[in-house]
């Protein structure tokens, strides 16, 4: 039976809830690390190169892009 709320490392000098944090905190990083690299290759496979050449990056994108 639950008796309240987990204690932490500083009320109750548990770690298990500062290591379930911090796998937490992992988990995003991977997922996040993962996502991002699959999104940046179907980008680059559906768009071409992400970069732009170096003669318009030499004029600038200001430039290339202004009205």
Same mark, same amino acid.
């Given at each position: #039976? /639950? =008796? *309240?709320?987990?204690? @932490?490392? #500083?009320?109750? *000098? /548990?770690? /298990?809830?500062?290591?379930?944090? !911090? $796998? @937490?905190?992992?988990? #995003? @990083?991977? !997922?996040?690390?993962?996502?991002?690299? $699959?999104?940046?290759?179907?980008?680059? =496979?559906?768009?071409?190169?992400?970069?732009?050449?170096? =003669? &318009? &990056? &030499?004029? *600038?994108?200001? /430039?290339? !892009?202004?009205?």
């Amino acid at each position: #039976i /639950n =008796k *309240g709320p987990a204690t @932490g490392l #500083i009320w109750g *000098g /548990n770690l /298990n809830q500062l290591f379930a944090q !911090f $796998i @937490g905190i992992a988990s #995003i @990083g991977v !997922f996040t690390f993962v996502f991002s690299l $699959i999104t940046w290759w179907l980008i680059s =496979k559906l768009l071409g190169s992400l970069r732009v050449t170096p =003669k &318009e &990056e &030499e004029q *600038g994108l200001d /430039n290339l !892009f202004a009205d």
